[in-house]
């Protein structure tokens, strides 16, 4: 099994900022493209951002846009959610995912995730 660790999540006012952390596994081969979604309460599970093997490509969320950034360090075996500007509408559980390919935006397409983190954003 793929398991994926993600950790910095919290509570923080309106306005504030926030970065999630996940942990990948090592590969000798090839890394994985990485992804975050998110699940609010009562809602769906939903795409909020992605970036590509080698970080030199990212897509986001129209959401998001402006405000979140997805990033990656291979070394460290690590992807980031920098959050900024956060509205309560973020409020959700974030989940960090993991497929062997390029890039996607549906769930369906990670085939690894991790047990998600809690971000909950006051006005």
């Known amino acids: 099994q793929v398991q994926l660790v993600e950790s910095g999540g919290g509570s923080v006012q309106a306005g504030g900022s926030l970065r999630l952390s996940c942990a990948y596994p090592r590969r000798t081969a090839s890394t994985y493209a990485m992804a975050w979604f998110r699940q609010p309460p009562g809602k769906e599970r939903e795409f909020v951002a992605t970036?590509?093997?080698?970080?030199?490509?990212?897509y986001y969320a129209d959401s998001v846009k402006g405000r979140f950034t997805i990033s990656r360090d291979n070394v460290r075996n690590t992807v980031y959610l920098q959050m900024n500007s956060l509205n309560v509408e973020d409020t959700a559980n974030y989940y960090c995912a993991a497929r062997n390919y390029g890039t996607a935006t549906v769930s369906s397409a990670y085939g690894y995730w991790g047990q998600g983190i809690q971000v909950t954003v006051s006005s």
């Open positions: 970036i590509s093997r080698n970080g030199d490509s990212t």
